[in-house]
C-alpha cells in the first residue's frame, strides 16, 4: 500500500503540471483573442511543406486571433491524417502574436520486411499492399494489409497460417520499418469428402453442388473454414427444396499425414418429409382466382420447397405487376395440419388500386445520354405500369449492348397511386481498340487490326461517346483474304426513330481450291442504309450499295463458261429487308425467334452491268430446357434469277452451299452445282438449307458442348428448286470455350449423303475469333 502511495505523490504534480498549463496556455489564448496576428509559422514538419500545411489551415497573418478558428484548422490538419499530435504555441510580440503549430509527424515507411514465408515470395506478397515504402504510415492501412495477405495464405492452401506485424522506428529521421512475421503451420490439402446419412438424394448429387473439392490434378484441393460453412448451407437447401424442414448437415474434420492431409465427413440428418396440404387464396383479389391460382406451381401431395413458396408468391406479385397493380401485397401463412401432418398454404393477397408511372429516371449512367436509354422504355409518363413492358424494356436496353446490368425500380410519389420508374444501369466498355490473330478452316491465318465504339457520339467532342451510335474501322490481312472496312450507323437521325449508316470498303477473295476458290475476287464498294421500327418486334431495312467486282486468275482448267466471268463489273443493288425478332437477348439468345425475308435488285433502273433479282428468307428459333440446354433451329431459303441483257446470275453473286457455316460434313462451298471442266463449286440460283443445334454446359459459363444436324442443297436454276431434288446432310458434335483472347469454336461434321466423287470423310471445322 505504501508503494501506491509514493507512486501517487510522484505523479500528483506531473498532473498538477498539466493541468496548470492548460489553464495558462487557455488564459493566455483567451486573453491573445481579437489581436493582429503577425505571423504564422509551422515547426517539427519534415515530410509534409510549410507550404502544404499553411494552404489548409484559415489562421491567416495580419487577421484577428480567434481560437474557434484554430481549433477548427487543428481539426482540419488531423483530417489529413499526416500527423500523429498537433498543437499550437501563441507568443505575445509589440505588433501582435505569432502563431506557430507544432505537428508531430507520422512515420515515412522506409522497408517493408518479411520473415517467415516460404510458400509466398515477398514481392507477391508486397504487391498486394496498400502500405508502400516512401509513404506516410496508415495504421488503418496496415491492418487491413495483413488481413489480405492472411486470406492469400488461405487461398494456397494454408488455412492455419498466423501473420503479425512490428514497427521499427528511427526517432531521428523519423523512418519506420515494418516487420511482418509469418508462421506458415501446415499447407493442408482435402483428401477426400464422405456423405453418410443420406437416404433421400444420392451422394453424387450432394458432392456435385459443393465448393470443397478433394485435391486432383486439376484442383488444388484447398480448405477453406467458410466455402464448408456455404456447401453445409447448401445441402441443407437441397434437401428444403424436397420437403425435408428438419434437415441437419454436421460436419467431422479428421486430419491425417501429420495434419498436412483432411478428410471431411458430413453427416445428413433428414428428419421427416413434409408434403404439400390445401391451397387456397384469400383477400382482395380483384383479378380472377383461377388466374391468380394459374400462378402457383407447388401442388397438394407435392414435397413442400421453402424456395418454391418464395418462387410462387413472387409469381404471383408479378402477375399483379403486368396490370398495374404495384403495391400489392401478398403474404403467405403456412401451417402444419396435425391431421394429416401436411403443409396447408395461404395465400392472402391485396390487390390495392392500380398505379401509374410518374417520372421515368435513368441513373447510373456516365457516358451514355438519359436519352439513349429513355427511348429504349415501353412505358410513359401517364401509363399504367405493365410487368410485360418492363420486362420488354428491360430486353431491348441490355441488347443495345452498352450495359452490363440492367434494372428497374420504383419510387414513392406524394401520391400513392403514382410511382417514378427508375432504371438503373452499370455501364460495361463500349470502346475497344484490338488487334491480334486468329484461325479457322474457312479463313486459314488471319491478322486484324480494329477500332471499334459501340456508343459512338460523332458530335461529343474529345470523348466521342455516348449517342449510341456505332463506328467500327477494321482491317484484317489474312492467307485467304484481305478487308478493310469503315462502317458507321445511327440508330435514331436527328432525333426521329430512323435508322441511317454506311459502309465504305474494300475485300479480296484468293484463289483456294480446297476452299471452294477457283479465280480471285475483289470488291471495292460503298454501303447506304435506313431502317425504322414498326413495333417491339418488327423492323424494316432499305440498303443500297454499289460496287466495283473483279475476278481474275480463274484456274486453267475451267470450262469456258468458268472463264467468261473474268473481268471487271460495276454492281448497283437495292435490297429490302423485313425481320421480326423476338429473341430475349441477341448476343446469347436462350428463348425466342428471329425472322428475316429480302428482296433485291440489281441493275435495271439503278443501273450497273449486271441485272439480276434475288429474294430470301431465314429463320431462327431458340428454346431452352431445364434452364441450362438451348436448341436452336435455323431454315434459309434463297432464290435468283436474271433478266434483260444478263443470261445468268454472276459467280459471285451465287448461292453456294457446304462447310462450316452451312453443311457441315462436307468441304467449304462443295454442295451444289460444280463446273464441268474443273469439277471445281460455281454455285447456283437456288438454295435450302436447315440446321438444328442443340448446345449444353459441360463447365459452367466457359465450355459448352454441341449436337448438330445440317441439311439442305443448291441448285443450278431456280426452276430446279421448284421441282425438287436430292439434298445433302450431315451431323456431328463440337466444342464452344469462352477463352481470355475470345471464343473457340470446334465442330466435327460427318457427311450423311454421298457427294459426287468426293471422298466421304468427316470434316473438322475449327475457329478462333476476338472477343464476343
Known amino acids: 500500500m505504501r508503494r501506491y502511495k509514493i507512486i501517487a505523490i510522484l505523479i500528483l504534480p506531473v498532473m498538477l503540471c498539466g493541468v496548470f498549463t492548460a489553464v495558462s496556455y487557455s488564459q493566455g489564448a483567451a486573453g491573445n483573442e481579437g489581436r493582429t496576428i503577425a505571423s504564422v509559422n509551422v515547426k517539427n514538419n519534415r515530410v509534409i511543406s510549410t507550404e502544404t500545411i499553411l494552404a489548409k489551415i484559415k489562421t491567416r497573418a495580419q487577421e484577428k486571433f480567434s481560437q474557434d478558428v484554430v481549433n477548427d484548422d487543428i481539426k482540419r490538419l488531423?483530417?489529413?491524417?499526416?500527423?500523429?499530435?498537433?498543437?499550437?504555441?501563441?507568443?505575445?510580440?509589440?505588433?501582435?502574436?505569432?502563431?506557430?503549430?507544432?505537428?508531430?509527424?507520422?512515420?515515412?515507411?522506409?522497408?517493408?520486411?518479411?520473415?517467415?514465408?516460404?510458400?509466398?515470395?515477398?514481392?507477391?506478397?508486397?504487391?498486394?499492399?496498400?502500405?508502400?515504402?516512401?509513404?506516410?504510415?496508415?495504421?488503418?492501412?496496415?491492418?487491413?494489409?495483413?488481413?489480405?495477405?492472411?486470406e492469400q495464405y488461405i487461398k494456397k492452401g494454408y488455412p492455419l497460417a498466423e501473420v503479425a506485424y512490428t514497427l521499427g522506428v528511427d526517432k531521428e529521421t523519423n523512418k519506420a520499418t515494418i516487420n511482418i512475421a509469418v508462421d506458415e503451420k501446415t499447407h493442408i490439402k482435402v483428401a477426400s469428402i464422405n456423405i453418410s446419412g443420406n437416404k433421400a438424394v444420392p451422394t453424387n448429387k450432394i458432392k456435385k453442388i459443393l465448393g470443397t473439392k478433394p485435391a486432383w490434378l486439376f484442383n488444388p484441393g484447398v480448405f477453406k473454414e467458410e466455402v464448408l460453412q456455404e456447401d453445409l448451407d447448401k445441402i441443407r437447401a437441397m434437401y428444403d427444396d424436397i420437403g425435408y424442414l428438419d434437415v441437419d448437415a454436421v460436419p467431422r474434420l479428421d486430419y491425417i499425414e501429420n495434419g498436412t492431409k483432411l478428410n471431411i465427413n458430413v453427416d445428413v440428418i433428414e428428419g421427416k418429409q413434409y408434403k404439400v396440404g390445401d391451397i387456397s387464396v384469400k383477400g382482395n383479389l380483384v383479378l380472377p382466382e383461377k388466374d391468380v391460382n394459374g400462378r402457383i406451381t407447388m401442388k397438394k401431395g407435392k414435397p413442400f420447397s421453402t424456395r418454391m413458396l418464395r418462387d410462387d408468391s413472387s409469381a404471383v406479385r408479378q402477375y399483379y405487376y403486368k396490370y398495374g397493380y404495384m403495391n400489392v401485397i401478398v403474404d403467405v401463412d403456412r401451417q402444419l395440419n396435425q391431421d394429416t401432418g401436411d403443409i396447408d398454404i395461404v395465400?392472402?393477397?391485396?390487390?390495392?388500386?392500380?398505379?401509374?408511372?410518374?417520372?421515368?429516371?435513368?441513373?447510373?449512367?456516365?457516358?451514355?445520354r438519359d436519352v439513349?436509354?429513355?427511348?429504349?422504355?415501353?412505358?410513359?409518363?401517364?401509363?399504367?405500369?405493365?410487368?410485360?413492358?418492363?420486362?420488354?424494356?428491360?430486353?431491348?436496353?441490355?441488347?443495345?449492348?452498352?450495359?452490363?446490368?440492367?434494372?428497374?425500380?420504383?419510387?414513392?410519389?406524394?401520391?400513392?397511386?403514382?410511382?417514378?420508374?427508375?432504371?438503373?444501369?452499370?455501364e460495361t466498355k463500349t470502346g475497344?481498340?484490338?488487334?491480334?490473330?486468329?484461325?479457322?478452316?474457312?479463313?486459314?491465318?488471319?491478322?486484324?487490326?480494329?477500332?471499334?465504339?459501340?456508343?459512338?457520339?460523332?458530335?461529343?467532342?474529345?470523348?466521342?461517346?455516348?449517342?449510341?451510335?456505332?463506328?467500327?474501322?477494321?482491317?484484317?490481312?489474312?492467307?485467304?483474304?484481305?478487308?478493310?472496312?469503315?462502317?458507321?450507323?445511327?440508330?435514331?437521325?436527328?432525333?426521329?426513330?430512323?435508322?441511317?449508316?454506311?459502309?465504305?470498303?474494300?475485300?479480296?477473295?484468293?484463289q483456294k481450291g480446297e476452299l471452294g476458290w477457283a479465280y480471285d475476287e475483289s470488291r471495292t464498294g460503298f454501303n447506304m442504309r435506313l431502317g425504322k421500327e414498326f413495333t417491339d418486334y418488327i423492323r424494316a431495312d432499305l440498303n443500297y450499295r454499289i460496287e466495283e467486282v473483279q475476278i481474275s486468275d480463274v484456274i486453267d482448267n475451267a470450262s469456258?463458261?468458268?472463264?467468261?466471268?473474268?473481268?471487271?463489273?460495276?454492281?448497283?443493288?437495292?435490297?429490302?429487308?423485313?425481320?421480326?425478332?423476338?429473341?430475349?437477348?441477341?448476343?446469347?439468345?436462350?428463348?425466342?425467334?428471329?425472322?428475316?425475308g429480302y428482296v433485291e435488285n440489281a441493275g435495271g433502273i439503278i443501273m450497273g452491268d449486271k441485272d439480276f433479282v434475288k429474294g430470301g428468307a431465314s429463320a431462327a428459333y431458340y428454346h431452352?430446357?431445364?434452364?441450362?440446354?438451348?436448341?436452336?433451329?435455323?431454315?434459309?431459303?434463297?432464290?435468283?434469277?436474271?433478266?434483260s441483257d444478263t443470261?445468268?446470275?454472276?459467280?459471285?453473286?451465287?448461292?453456294?452451299a457446304g462447310g462450316a457455316n452451312t453443311i457441315r460434313g462436307y468441304k467449304e462451298r462443295r454442295v451444289g452445282p460444280r463446273d464441268t471442266g474443273s469439277n471445281e463449286p460455281i454455285g447456283g440460283e437456288s438454295m435450302l438449307i436447315g440446321n438444328a443445334e442443340l448446345t449444353f454446359p459441360i463447365y459452367e459459363r466457359v465450355i459448352k458442348g454441341a449436337v448438330f444436324y445440317d441439311v439442305g442443297n443448291v441448285w443450278g436454276k431456280m426452276g430446279d428448286f421448284v421441282r425438287?431434288?436430292?439434298?445433302?446432310?450431315?451431323?456431328?458434335?463440337?466444342?464452344?470455350?469462352?477463352?481470355?483472347?475470345?471464343?473457340?469454336?470446334?465442330?466435327?461434321?460427318y457427311p450423311l449423303n454421298k457427294n459426287y466423287q468426293d471422298e466421304r470423310t468427316g470434316e473438322f471445322y475449327f475457329s478462333m475469333s476476338r472477343g464476343f
Open 78 to 150: 488531423y483530417a489529413m491524417q499526416f500527423f500523429t499530435d498537433i498543437s499550437i504555441d501563441v507568443e505575445e510580440r509589440d505588433d501582435g502574436v505569432a502563431v506557430t503549430f507544432l505537428v508531430e509527424e507520422k512515420p515515412v515507411i522506409e522497408d517493408i520486411v518479411f520473415k517467415g514465408n516460404t510458400a509466398l515470395r515477398s514481392q507477391k506478397l508486397k504487391s498486394t499492399m496498400k502500405s508502400k515504402p516512401n509513404e506516410m504510415l496508415n495504421l488503418t492501412l496496415l491492418a487491413q494489409d495483413i488481413a489480405e495477405i492472411k
Open 432 to 510: 475497344e481498340f484490338s488487334f491480334g490473330g486468329g484461325y479457322s478452316s474457312v479463313d486459314m491465318l488471319l491478322g486484324f487490326v480494329e477500332i471499334t465504339q459501340r456508343n459512338f457520339d460523332l458530335l461529343n467532342f474529345p470523348s466521342f461517346t455516348g449517342a449510341g451510335q456505332n463506328l467500327s474501322i477494321k482491317a484484317e490481312i489474312g492467307m485467304v483474304r484481305n478487308n478493310f472496312d469503315l462502317a458507321w450507323t445511327e440508330p435514331w437521325i436527328f432525333g426521329y426513330p430512323y435508322l441511317f449508316g454506311f459502309d465504305v470498303y474494300r475485300t479480296t477473295h484468293y
Open 347 to 368: 395465400y392472402n393477397v391485396d390487390a390495392k388500386e392500380i398505379v401509374y408511372v410518374g417520372k421515368i429516371e435513368v441513373k447510373g449512367n456516365t457516358k451514355t
Open 372 to 426: 439513349v436509354v429513355r427511348r429504349e422504355v415501353r412505358l410513359y409518363p401517364g401509363d399504367k405500369f405493365d410487368g410485360d413492358k418492363i420486362r420488354r424494356s428491360k430486353e431491348r436496353i441490355y441488347n443495345l449492348g452498352f450495359f452490363e446490368n440492367v434494372g428497374f425500380d420504383t419510387e414513392a410519389t406524394g401520391n400513392p397511386n403514382v410511382q417514378d420508374l427508375v432504371v438503373n444501369v452499370k
Open 647 to 656: 443470261a445468268k446470275v454472276p459467280i459471285y453473286e451465287r448461292f453456294y
Open 624 to 643: 431452352t430446357f431445364f434452364q441450362k440446354i438451348v436448341l436452336e433451329v435455323k431454315g434459309r431459303l434463297g432464290l435468283e434469277s436474271a433478266y
Open 724 to 749: 425438287g431434288g436430292e439434298f445433302r446432310s450431315g451431323a456431328g458434335v463440337g466444342l464452344r470455350v469462352k477463352t481470355p483472347v475470345g471464343p473457340v469454336k470446334v465442330d466435327y461434321g
Open 560 to 596: 469456258q463458261d468458268f472463264k467468261d466471268e473474268a473481268g471487271k463489273n460495276w454492281i448497283s443493288k437495292l435490297t429490302f429487308d423485313l425481320t421480326v425478332d423476338t429473341r430475349d437477348n441477341i448476343f446469347n439468345p436462350m428463348r425466342g425467334y428471329v425472322a428475316n
